[in-house]
Antibody, heavy 121, light 113 residues
Framework: EVQLVESGGGLVQPGGSLRLSCTASGFTFNSFWMSWVRQAPGKGLEWVANINQDEGEKYYVDSVKGRFTVSRDNAKNSLFLQMNSLRAEDTAVYYC??????????????WGKGTTVTVSS | DIVMTQSPDSLAVSLGERATINCKSSQSLLYNSNNKDYFAWYQQKPGQPPKLLVYWASTRESGVPDRFSGSGSGTDFTLTISSLQAEDVAIYYCQQYYSIPLTFGGGTKVEIK
């Protein structure tokens, strides 16, 4: 079964850091671009970042540039999101998603269930 | 950034009736070199992640019922549910993948009348 499972979410104070992980199974992880997409409580979807197969290309939404870093470990079938200098507006469910297109211009055909990040004092 | 605007914000449709959702992009999503619109639709049910329904504006994802159809080109797109079923209650999002940042519409909530 093709599956993505996120972990690492939690409650963190403003200015703090958190590292999210996503473990893939059921497909050849190192063949796909991967993304992080978030959803604030009661709000819509927002693409956060994506990364190509060999980490040679990474793209971010402006609101997280310089604070978040996307990375991957193909040997461990894992995707990561290092989040620093967290703000209240980063509070959201963070989804890991697989790009079906082999491109930074992504359409996502497989999604994890998400992990919740809450930034609050 | 490309802004995606969905309408209506919500709609209530009787079971078996047609539901129509619109999405307008702030610039054309038609890539001239391959004549494809870089546009997709997703369905999100409560407590679940989004599910891809349609890409290239009108290509149904594998396993998606044929009552779901996408149409449109350029800047104006439509998702039609030809005969609404109870399991179609959800929020529907449009998305452009023409340029970075990848952006979504605000969502349309579909309910049963």
């Amino acid at each position: 079964e093709v599956q993505l499972v996120e972990s690492g979410g939690g409650l963190v104070q403003p200015g703090g850091s958190l590292r999210l992980s996503c473990t893939a199974s059921g497909f050849t992880f190192n063949s796909f671009w991967m993304s992080w997409v978030r959803q604030a409580p009661g709000k819509g979807l927002e693409w956060v970042a994506n990364i190509n197969q060999d980490e040679g290309e990474k793209y971010y939404v402006d609101s997280v540039k310089g604070r978040f870093t996307v990375s991957r470990d193909n040997a461990k079938n894992s995707l990561f999101l290092q989040m620093n200098s967290l703000r209240a507006e980063d509070t959201a469910v963070y989804y890991c998603a697989r790009d079906q297109r082999d491109s930074k211009y992504a359409v996502w055909d497989v999604w994890g269930k998400g992990t919740t990040v809450t930034v609050s004092s | 950034d490309i802004v995606m605007t969905q309408s209506p914000d919500s709609l209530a449709v009787s079971l078996g009736e047609r539901a129509t959702i619109n999405c307008k992009s702030s610039q054309s999503l038609l890539y001239n070199s391959n004549n494809k619109d870089y546009f997709a639709w997703y369905q999100q049910k409560p407590g679940q992640p989004p599910k891809l329904l349609v890409y290239w504006a009108s290509t149904r994802e594998s396993g998606v019922p044929d009552r779901f159809s996408g149409s449109g080109s350029g800047t104006d797109f439509t998702l039609t549910i030809s005969s609404l079923q109870a399991e179609d209650v959800a929020i529907y999002y449009c998305q452009q993948y023409y340029s970075i940042p990848l952006t979504f519409g605000g969502g349309t909530k579909v309910e049963i009348k």
